[in-house]
């Protein structure tokens, strides 16, 4: 009984909810499955660091459209709409935990596509 009461607290008490930031950035760098990118001037992400590790393996990649695209098609100087867990490992160049999405943001990305 008070190890099922105590479960239930526990449950009752954690916060199951996803943190999901959003972050604009222009790529520095495409690799294999990880992008390196300077966050936007004056971003909260800006003040962890200036360069910061994009994983996007596991990362949704749309278009404008919400088409799903392959990472391939990001290139150097591409602006980015990366949206992520929130977490910023504190190294250099800062490193992102989770990320979920992956979209370009910018005209010259849509005219690379026609």
């Known amino acids: 009984m008070v190890l099922a009461l105590a479960a239930l607290f526990l449950q ?61 098609e990001l290139r150097d100087g ?6 992520y867990d929130g977490a910023i490992l504190e190294t250099y160049p800062g490193q992102i935990g989770n990320c979920y999405e992956i979209r370009p943001t910018c005209l010259k990305f849509a005219l690379k596509r026609r």
């Open 12 to 72: 009752a008490c954690t916060d199951l909810r996803v943190v999901r930031r959003e972050m604009y950035a222009v790529i520095v760098q495409c690799t294999k499955n990880e992008i390196l990118v300077e966050p936007e001037e004056g971003s909260f992400e800006r003040h962890s660091s200036n360069r910061i590790y994009v994983p996007a393996a596991e990362a949704k990649l749309f278009d404008e459209h919400k088409n799903s695209i392959p990472f391939e």
């Open 78 to 83: 591409d602006r980015v709409k990366v949206v």
